[in-house]
């Protein structure tokens, strides 16, 4: 009897090791802030986002971010090149605002995104929420 406790709990630590150690998904909502670069200048932007998965490795991304000069609805897909690594592209709702390319690195719940454009970049910092 007191291995077969004895295996349980040993099994018990084994699973729950296992679901520390599988992999955080970026899927789901997001939130947060940073800073908006352009040419002449810059702006805080604060934004929500949304990754729904399509595949294993991609994801669609849909935002709503917010600056002094207005609001913006963003679009877009992003894939897993490894790791805690994502990249791909942004394009805005709005036609004169263009895209870009977008780069995100995922720490734990924090996601670190990184857009650039012909326009400028954009560096922001995302938390689950």
Same mark, same amino acid.
């Given at each position: 009897? &007191? ?9 018990? /630590? ?7 150690? !599988?992999?955080? @998904?970026?899927?789901? #909502?997001?939130?947060? =802030?940073?800073?908006?670069?352009? +040419? *002449? %200048?810059?702006? *805080?932007?604060?934004? +929500?986002?949304?990754?729904? &998965? ?6 669609? $991304? ?5 600056? @002094? #000069? ?10 897993? $090149? %490894? /790791? *805690? +690594? ?6 805005? !709702?709005?036609? *004169?605002?263009?895209?870009? +390319? $977008?780069?995100? $690195?995922?720490? %734990?719940? &924090?996601? !670190?995104?990184?857009? @650039? =454009?012909?326009?400028? =970049? ?5 938390? &689950? %929420?």
């Amino acid at each position: 009897m &007191r291995h077969i406790v004895i295996l349980s709990v040993i099994a018990l /630590g084994a699973a729950v090791s296992a679901a520390q150690a !599988a992999p955080a @998904t970026i899927e789901g #909502s997001w939130k947060g =802030s940073g800073i908006v670069s352009y +040419r *002449n %200048g810059a702006d *805080n932007v604060q934004c +929500r986002v949304r990754y729904a &998965r399509i595949t294993a490795k991609s994801f669609a $991304v849909s935002s709503q971010c917010a600056t @002094t #000069s207005g609001h913006y609805e963003l679009s877009g897909r992003v894939i897993s $090149v %490894g /790791g *805690n +690594r994502y990249t791909g592209w942004v394009q805005s !709702a709005q036609s *004169n605002q263009g895209g870009g +390319r $977008v780069q995100l $690195v995922q720490q %734990g719940n &924090r996601l !670190a995104v990184t857009v @650039t =454009s012909r326009r400028g =970049s954009a560096k922001l910092t995302l938390s &689950r %929420g």
